[in-house]
């Protein structure tokens, strides 16, 4: 029975004082009161500044209380000082919004944007992570106001506001910069894909007319720039005008698009190439990482495998993301040596967690679409199971289903043979290639991992959550191992559950963790259940 329920609690807010010395429970004859079984009762509203209460102090006894009258002056006091800060909260609370937000569209304003803007990069710098900023520039803004009046104006960039709150996700920033110009922040972003996907939907989103208020429909459009950090810019003020660079190239292409920046060609070029001489060295450095992020059996939460996943410690640039180096490797054809040394990684260090721990665990490694077109892959794959004694039945090779992977000569050849090796194969990124399904019935893979974009809008998207029971049912029925990736929430945990998503991966459960790191937690699981067992 919770206590604003209560007919005292209500008529203690409607302005009356109660006090009872004994009795209390049977004389206010609520259930709320018996349960508690008091006998003394003491009620008095709070007041702040007006005549409205903005709450009610309530005290109660099991015993008898003689000198009621004395503490309900008590109470009165302590009352007045509750209600003085609760107003002192609400109006700094109150303030700190209006300095911090744009009173037309309630979006945060620049300041808070700012602010948002560098904790990102601090975020991102600690994780590895890329995000982007986007910047929204309203076509003919000033023609509207100017000649449809300002009341319309404002109608015009309320509405905008809206829709672009709606086009993104509840996590991400969207902010009033200035007049006509909001900025974005979308964060956590593995493919630069899913960014562009945001802004064609926004183009698109923005341009359905809208109705005023007297009932004419007006169409408006806006000009996107994006870019990402860490690629384009490593601070807010490089960010800022990168994107705005990138807005401008919008409305040269003539309005109502988006483009992403694009470095200035000399710069970029010797960045690249200076880049790419390092990345050359890079094994040779000792500068290649593997991390490995855990998977865990969806019922029992407890791990089965993990997915090794490169990062590159760059003596001057610390750790890169594989999102930055992995296009350029591929560009480069470095993805080949580079992708065998994560595999051979891999397969040692799974190896010697299968010795150590006892249990059977998976270890995934991705293949980029550049070593299955090598006629010696399933050789290089061979070897690195030998020279580590790893049984091929414990390695998971992720193929990404993609475009650029499905002209590969001979694959589905390669694939059969990979199997031949004992060892298993994942469809990575699923959902995102577009492929039918006759395609993915002939694809020898064994497991099928449900894109984290589709993952991420459980809860928000209703489209995308039935995809994502769709694919799970669609791998029960052709007997396929489904895998959600960037689980990160208990809803996404609850939802995956329910329709039978059977393993899952996820910053719920564990971000991707150095080798040492992930070591350590597996001899802590051992270590508590040896004490379990004890027990
Ligand atoms: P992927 O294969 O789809 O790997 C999953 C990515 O999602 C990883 O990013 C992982 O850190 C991230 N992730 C996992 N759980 C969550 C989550 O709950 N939320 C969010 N927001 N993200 C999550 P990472 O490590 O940055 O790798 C990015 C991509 O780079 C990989 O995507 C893969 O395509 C590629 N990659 C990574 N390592 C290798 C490698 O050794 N070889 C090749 N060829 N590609 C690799
Ligand atoms: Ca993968
Ligand atoms: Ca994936």
């Not at 609760?86 to 744009?102: E, I, K, P, T």
């Not at 910053?507 to 040896?530: I, Q, T």
């Amino acid at each position: 029975h919770p206590i604003w329920q209560t007919e005292l609690y209500r008529r203690v807010l409607a302005g009356a004082e109660y006090s009872a010395a004994e009795d209390a429970a049977n004389r206010l004859g609520e259930p709320f009161f018996k349960q508690l079984r008091l006998n003394s009762v003491l009620a008095l509203p709070l007041y702040g500044e007006g005549q409205r209460a903005l709450g009610a102090l309530m005290a109660g006894g099991r015993k008898p209380q003689s000198r009621a009258p004395e503490l309900l002056s008590v109470l009165r006091m302590v009352g007045s000082h509750l209600a003085l800060q609760a107003l002192v909260a609400r109006y700094r609370s109150d303030s700190r919004f209006q300095g911090l937000h744009d009173s037309l569209t309630r979006l945060p304003n620049r300041l808070l944007f700012n602010d948002r803007l560098q904790s990102a990069i601090a975020e991102a710098g600690r994780s590895g992570e890329q995000f982007a900023v986007l910047f929204v520039d309203l076509d003919r803004f000033k023609t509207i106001n100017d000649s449809l009046g300002h009341a319309t104006g404002d109608q015009v960039l309320s509405s905008v506001a809206k829709r672009l709150r709606a086009s993104v996700r509840a996590s991400d920033t969207v902010s009033r910069y200035a007049g006509d110009e909001f900025t974005l922040i979308l964060r956590h972003i593995v493919h630069r894909d899913d960014v562009t996907r945001i802004a064609d939907k926004i183009v698109k989103v923005l341009e359905t007319p809208l109705t005023l208020t007297d009932g004419r429909e007006l169409q408006i459009t806006a000009s996107l720039g994006i870019c990402f950090y860490p690629d384009d810019g490593k601070d807010g003020e490089t960010l800022l005008k990168h994107a705005d660079v990138a807005m401008y190239n919008a409305k040269g292409m003539g309005r109502n698009t988006y483009q992403v920046y694009v470095a200035v060609p000399e710069e970029s070029h010797r960045q690249r190439l200076d880049l790419e001489a390092k990345l050359r060295v890079a094994e040779r450095n000792n500068e290649l990482r593997s991390y490995y992020q855990p998977q865990v059996d969806a019922q029992t939460e407890d791990i089965i495998g993990m997915e090794a996943l490169i990062r590159w410690e760059h003596p001057e640039l610390g750790l890169i993301s594989p999102g930055f180096f992995i296009p350029l490797a591929e560009d480069t054809g470095l993805i080949v040596p580079i992708g065998e040394w994560i595999l051979r990684t891999a397969c040692a260090d799974a190896k010697r967690w299968l010795d150590k721990f006892k249990i059977p665990l998976r270890v995934g490694v991705n293949l980029s679409a550049l070593q299955l077109r090598q006629t010696n892959l399933v050789e290089v794959v061979e070897r690195a199971l030998r020279d580590t004694g790893l049984p091929g039945d414990n390695l998971d090779l992720e193929v990404t289903e993609s475009m650029n992977i499905k002209d590969t000569p001979n694959l589905m050849d390669v694939l059969g043979q990979l199997r031949g090796l004992g060892c298993h194969i994942a469809i990575d990124d699923f959902g995102t290639g577009q492929s039918s399904l006759d395609y993915i019935k002939r694809f020898p893979a064994d497991r099928i991992k449900i894109d984290q974009t589709f993952v991420r809008n459980i809860g928000v998207d209703p489209a995308d959550e039935a995809i994502v029971r769709a694919t799970i049912n669609m791998a029960r029925n052709m007997d396929r191992h489904v895998v959600a990736e960037g689980v990160e929430t208990e809803d996404h945990l609850r939802f995956l559950r329910e329709y039978g998503c059977q393993e899952l991966q996820g910053y719920l459960f564990s971000r991707p963790l150095p080798a040492a790191v992930f070591e350590n937690m597996l001899s802590e699981r051992a270590r508590l259940l040896a004490e379990i067992a004890d027990e």
